[in-house]
C-alpha cells in the first residue's frame, strides 16, 4: 500500500501530511498578471511593464 495521496485539484503525489500549495501557486500567478494591467484616467485598460520582464532588453543582441 503506497505512503502518499494525490491532490484532487492537480493530481500531484504528496506525502501523508503534506498540504498542496497549487491554488496558492495560481493566485499568486494570477495577481501578477493582473498586476501588469492598469486602468487609464480614460477608462481603457493598460500594460505596465514596470518591473516586470526587463529580461527580455538583455536578451536582444
Same mark, same amino acid.
Request: proline share 5%.
Given at each position: 500500500?503506497?505512503?502518499?495521496?494525490?491532490?484532487?485539484?492537480?493530481?500531484?503525489?504528496?506525502?501523508?501530511?503534506?498540504?498542496?500549495?497549487?491554488?496558492?501557486?495560481?493566485?499568486?500567478?494570477?495577481?501578477?498578471?493582473?498586476?501588469? #494591467?492598469?486602468?487609464? @484616467?480614460? &477608462?481603457?485598460?493598460? #500594460?505596465?511593464?514596470? @518591473?516586470? &520582464?526587463?529580461?527580455?532588453?538583455?536578451?536582444?543582441?
Amino acid at each position: 500500500m503506497p505512503f502518499y495521496r494525490e491532490c484532487p485539484l492537480c493530481g500531484c503525489t504528496l506525502d501523508p501530511d503534506e498540504k498542496c500549495d497549487c491554488q496558492e501557486e495560481k493566485e499568486r500567478e494570477q495577481q501578477r498578471i493582473m498586476g501588469m #494591467f492598469r486602468v487609464g @484616467g480614460n &477608462g481603457q485598460m493598460n #500594460f505596465s511593464f514596470a @518591473g516586470e &520582464g526587463r529580461d527580455y532588453e538583455k536578451k536582444v543582441v
